[in-house]
């Protein structure tokens, strides 16, 4: 399990996969200087809620994964990721599709 650490006060837990898959998508976004929403499901231990932060360029960030080896990516996913990072309610977390034709990113 890997964190996403934003600012000062916000710590996510994500598994290591789609970690590296958020990344691609909010890097990708930040690169273009687009703020924007990102939200996620909490840990039932956390409330059982959901929680949403707002995402700029401006405000540190930091992706710290539990594995050192890098994750191959699925184009497909970050195509799903990055169709509800641009939408009004941002970007949020989607189950992983099946790898499309064009396959895995390195």
Same mark, same amino acid.
């Given at each position: 399990?890997?964190? *996403? ?5 916000? $710590? ?6 789609? *970690?590296?898959?958020?990344?691609? @998508? ?25 929680? @949403? ?5 401006? *405000? ?5 994964? $539990?594995? $050192?080896?890098?994750?191959? *990516? #699925? ?6 990721? #990055? @169709?509800?990072? #641009? ?5 949020? @977390? ?5 790898? $499309? ?6």
């Amino acid at each position: 399990m890997g964190k *996403l650490i934003y600012g000062s006060e916000v $710590s996510i837990t994500f598994e290591d996969r789609l *970690l590296a898959h958020l990344q691609f @998508v909010i890097g990708a976004k930040l690169r273009r200087n687009e703020a924007f929403y990102f939200g996620w499901k909490d840990d039932p231990r956390a409330g059982d809620g959901r929680s @949403v932060i707002w995402i700029h360029p401006a *405000l540190p960030l930091r992706f710290k994964y $539990s594995g $050192s080896i890098p994750i191959e *990516l #699925n184009r497909s996913w970050i195509e799903a990721l #990055n @169709v509800t990072a #641009n939408s009004a309610h941002g970007l949020s @977390v989607v189950a992983e599709p099946a790898p $499309s034709r064009a396959g895995q990113l390195a």
